[in-house]
C-alpha cells in the first residue's frame, strides 16, 4: 500500500471556490484511476503550528506501488495541474509504504 500525501501552501489571495474546485477534482479520481483505494482531503487541523504556510492537503492511498507509478502520468491526474497551479505557492509530496 501507497499512502500520498500532498501538503498545499495556497498562494496569497486564493478564493475558497478555488480550493473547493480542487479538492472536488481530487475526489472524482478514484471513479477514475484504477488503484485509488482511499482519497482524503481537508485543512490542517493540528494544534503544533508545526505547518509552516500549508494549510491544506489531501492523502491519496493505493493498492500498491505500481498503481501509483500509473497514477502519475495519467490524463485524468495531469488534468490537476491548471486547478493547483493558481491555488498553490508551493506543494509538498511524500510517499510512505507499506
Do not use: C
Not at 492537503?57 to 500498491?64: A, D, K, Q, S, V
Request: aromatic share 8%; proline share 9%; hydrophobic share 45%.
Amino acid at each position: 500500500m501507497i499512502q500520498h500525501i500532498v501538503l498545499i501552501k495556497p498562494r496569497d489571495g486564493v478564493q475558497p471556490a478555488a480550493m473547493t474546485r480542487l479538492a472536488d477534482a481530487l475526489a472524482a479520481l478514484p471513479e477514475k484511476i484504477p488503484g485509488i483505494t482511499g482519497y482524503t482531503w481537508g485543512a490542517n487541523a493540528s494544534p503544533e503550528r508545526l505547518n509552516r504556510g500549508y494549510t491544506h492537503g489531501f492523502l491519496m492511498t493505493f493498492e500498491h506501488a505500481a498503481a501509483r507509478d500509473a497514477y502519475l502520468p495519467h490524463p485524468d491526474h495531469v488534468a490537476i495541474g491548471p486547478l493547483m497551479q493558481p491555488v498553490a505557492e508551493e506543494v509538498l509530496v511524500f510517499d510512505l509504504e507499506s
